[in-house]
């Protein structure tokens, strides 16, 4: 039970700052720099597929650990480390397979996965050291 609640913590962090920084702050940003491929909508179903599993990551791979012993700054780090990974992955690739992807989407999308995963990772541990653990 303890687990699933710092699942729903980690979700809605997760979600309300992604969606500060994609329908906020970095809009116009995403928008110019692949005006080329955007549709102009968002395909939810594929968006909840990806917090869903991408969550269940940081719980992994940085809040479990950090819970377990860890520390706060091992959530830091292993959720940079895990943002790192995964959205180096994603930007890597289609930049390799992509044609025109700008390599300034790059390092700002990774730049963010690592800032947003550490953040979601390091604010969850707490809030589940202080109110579940």
Do not use: H
Request: net charge positive; with cysteine.
């Amino acid at each position: 039970m303890k687990i699933l609640l710092l699942y729903v913590i980690a979700t809605v962090i997760f979600f309300a700052m992604d969606m500060l920084w994609i329908g906020l702050i970095a809009k116009s940003f995403y928008r110019d720099k692949l005006a080329f491929i955007f549709t102009g909508e968002v395909r939810w179903a594929a968006a909840v597929i990806f917090y869903l599993i991408y969550i269940g990551g940081i719980l992994y791979f940085a809040i479990n650990p950090a819970i377990n012993g860890g520390g706060w700054q091992l959530a830091l780090l292993n959720g940079a480390l895990f943002g790192l990974m995964c959205y180096a992955t994603y930007d890597l690739t289609n930049m390799a397979t992509i044609k025109q992807w700008p390599l300034v989407v790059v390092i700002v999308d990774i730049i963010w996965g690592m800032v947003l995963t550490g953040t979601v990772s390091t604010v969850s541990y707490l809030i589940g050291q202080k109110w579940v653990y």
